[in-house]
């Protein structure tokens, strides 16, 4: 098969300039958002870093808010006392998770008493969302390159390419496999680049595999791998001087604008035609477009849009989940305030046993604590499908209650200064917001609302018209309504017995 550098250049050029301005643009804008997304990594991020700078987000004044972080850090007992951990290798963790996640130190920092009163909350949650986010963004970049690919290898067939055929790939059907396939791809290319002349082969060798899957997304990483090899097999060579025939256009990344607009572009699309070229020695009963066989687009030749097999992407619903919930809006509108009046009576008596005193335990100045309301209703409209399985739903309650009174817990905390429970003193608790007993108590809690409380409360409300329905949640609401405009006014309920806030 003839190798032509010279006619691949041009097959790219083409597809890039060719096929008319709005074609070149919406090529632009789709590998400026993937490069926006990391998934290109090219000397143009300059020009991304100062688009961060020109929106605010530029990382300078976060340095003072870093640094009562490392203080706080290599003054614990744990770096003091455990010799193998050692106070550089926690400072160089917190630099290197602070730098990934600055939006982290920005928020939290923004409150100043809140920070010095939870550091430790602030690493966790610091080291936590950067642990998750590398992860997240591994698989969504790994997986992104496959919709680019997808996008790109259309564009050399028709200049009415909709920008939405970058999602063509990711059908729910085989999602999972292909995100597995590209993952195990990026795993073992970053494995052979720690050999340095075995990644430079394995880099060309494994090339097409992104290609491969953008074209069929059955394919799984061992059968991708193995028609890859075959492939490039020969022409790793041929390829490895084609890129460096590129560098002319290449050079064009070092410029501001100019690489994005086209040695990017460029890029993207001579790949495109290294894997046509080279898919030409390949069983077509490998692949399953059979509109790729045809001619490249050609300015001034009227040819129809290629029809594809691959179709747009569409919202599909896994076979055997429950969409249709029996309970009407109304129904979980008269859940929230039920389950709001039975957590303040709860907390009111607790604190009449506990105290002997009768306080309104309620952080609002009427009888509710929408804390319970939410938790409430959330429980019912998520885990109510699981009633078959009790043991399921008992621990499903318990992690999600223990999410929600955290988050509430340092919501009130961060945003008011305000403080009202504290499980310090419990056993198994997690920085006072939530503690074992909590939870097992909401658990059980979850158990009787599922299958006790909400059918009772749907029936007495299903006893009423429709009109006496609205109506009734139409006066809770306002009443609500009206509680949160004097709290915003006045302030949240406080004083001794309830809550308050931190000096």
């Known amino acids: 098969m003839n190798w032509n550098r010279k006619e691949l250049r041009k097959g790219a050029w083409n597809t890039v300039f060719k096929r008319g301005t709005m074609a070149w643009l919406a090529l632009v804008a789709v590998c400026f958002i993937f490069a926006f997304l990391g998934v290109d990594e090219f000397a143009q991020s300059t020009f991304v870093n100062g688009i961060d700078k020109a929106i605010g987000l530029d990382t300078s004044h976060v340095a003072s808010n870093v640094e009562i972080l490392k203080d706080y850090a290599v003054n614990t007992p744990i770096v003091k006392d455990v010799p193998f951990i050692h106070s550089d290798f926690v400072i160089g963790l917190i630099d290197v998770a602070s730098k990934s996640q600055t939006w982290i130190i920005k928020l939290l920092g923004a409150n100043a008493a809140y920070l010095e009163r939870n550091t430790g909350e602030v690493i966790i949650a610091l080291l936590l969302s950067a642990f998750i986010m590398m992860i997240v963004h591994f698989f969504i970049q790994s997986a992104a390159i496959v919709g680019k690919n997808r996008y790109a290898m259309e564009c050399r067939y028709s200049d009415k390419v909709s920008i939405n055929r970058m999602f063509a790939p990711f059908h729910f059907k085989h999602l999972l496999r292909l995100i597995w396939t590209m ?7 970053f494995l ?4 340095i002349v075995g990644g430079i082969y394995k880099f060309y060798q494994y090339r097409m595999i992104p290609y491969l899957v953008a074209e069929n997304q059955t394919l799984s990483w061992k059968e991708a ?5 075959e492939m490039t097999n020969g ?10 025939s590129c560098i002319p256009v290449m050079l064009l990344k070092l410029v501001p604008i100019a690489g994005l607009l086209v040695a990017v572009p460029f890029d993207v699309e001579i790949d495109v035609e290294m894997y046509f070229h080279l898919r030409k020695r390949i069983d077509s009963e490998a692949f399953v477009e059979r509109a790729f066989d045809g001619a490249p687009y050609c300015k001034g030749i009227e ?6 097999l691959l179709q747009d992407a569409a919202v ?17 509108i008269f859940f929230f305030f039920s389950f709001c009046f039975v957590g303040w009576v709860w907390e009111v008596m607790l604190h009449i046993v506990r105290d002997h005193e009768l306080v309104n335990r309620g952080t609002m100045y009427g009888p509710w604590l929408p804390i319970y309301g939410v938790g409430g209703v959330v429980i019912i409209f998520l885990l109510d499908r699981f009633k078959a399985d009790k043991l399921k739903l008992f621990l499903m309650s318990m992690g999600i209650c223990g999410v929600l009174e955290y988050i509430a817990s340092w919501i009130l905390d961060f945003f008011f200064n305000s403080h009202y429970w ?4 419990f056993f198994l608790n997690l920085n ?4 074992l007993v909590g939870l097992l108590a909401f658990g059980i809690g979850s158990l009787f609302g599922v299958y006790i409380a909400a059918p009772k409360l749907s029936r007495f409300m299903h006893k009423k018209s429709r009109k006496t329905q609205i109506l009734i949640c139409a006066v809770l609401s306002t009443v609500f309504i009206i509680d949160l405009i004097c709290c915003a006014l006045f302030g949240f309920n406080a004083g001794s017995g309830v809550g308050g806030t931190y000096n």
């Open 192 to 195: 052979w680049n720690l050999t």
């Open 235 to 244: 022409y790793k060579w041929k390829m490895f001087v084609t890129d460096l």
């Open 422 to 425: 504290n499980y310090k003193k």
């Open 303 to 308: 040819t129809a849009v290629p029809v594809y």
């Open 316 to 332: 599909e619903v896994p076979k055997g989940i429950k969409i249709k919930s029996e309970y009407r809006l109304t129904d979980f």
């Open 225 to 229: 791998k193995a028609l890859s090899k």
């Open 183 to 189: 993952f195990v791809y990026k795993v073992v290319l």
């Open 432 to 435: 006072g917001r939530i503690c």
